[in-house]
């Protein structure tokens, strides 16, 4: 899939969700067809070699791509999500955000060692909440996490906010 096809099927939402900010709705991506099978199936190509057992999805538009990327590639289906929201035990990571902190957590009997993990969400911004998912997978012992999402914000160097040698990959970038 081309990067123009990307940005021609994105929608750009001005004063969302608050005055002075841009929103990239990903939605857009998601309902054309031909975009979904396009990003599904260059994920795909990016990770098919890779070794992948488990994707992990941010919440919640995460779960989108995740879950249809983890059936492409024959691997498990990870949720991570906000206090609250599962059902069983948890592990969790708390984060710093620019005006206070959240939390994301994931089934404690999720992930083990031997996993190798892909954590992907739509859109790297300023990094903390899959940063802080990224963490939280190596606390589960496992020696290898890759880290992907659709669109990056190259302005707001959301990278910085992962440990040198982290694997982060983009498939656009604004």
């Not at 991570?80 to 069983?88: E, H, T, V």
């Amino acid at each position: 899939m081309n990067k123009e096809t990307l940005r021609k099927n994105l929608r750009e939402i001005q004063n969302f969700p608050k005055p002075g900010i841009l929103f990239y709705d990903v939605t857009t991506l998601f309902k054309n067809a031909e975009c979904l099978q396009g990003l599904i199936e260059e994920l795909y190509e990016m990770y098919k070699d890779k070794g992948i057992t488990k994707v992990v999805g941010i919440e919640s538009r995460g779960f989108i791509l995740g879950g249809a990327l983890a059936a492409r590639l024959g691997a498990g289906f990870i949720m991570a999500r906000k206090p609250g929201k599962l059902p069983a035990e948890v592990v969790e990571e708390t984060y710093e955000k620019e005006y206070g902190t959240d939390t994301i957590q994931i089934h404690k009997d999720a992930i083990s060692k031997d996993d190798v993990v892909l954590l992907h969400d739509d859109l790297l911004a300023t990094g903390g909440t899959m940063a802080a998912a990224y963490r939280l997978t190596k606390r589960f012992g496992v020696e290898k996490a890759y880290v992907n999402f659709v669109i990056e914000l190259k302005g707001l160097n959301g990278r910085k906010a992962f440990e040198e040698g982290t694997e982060v990959t983009t498939l656009l970038q604004l």
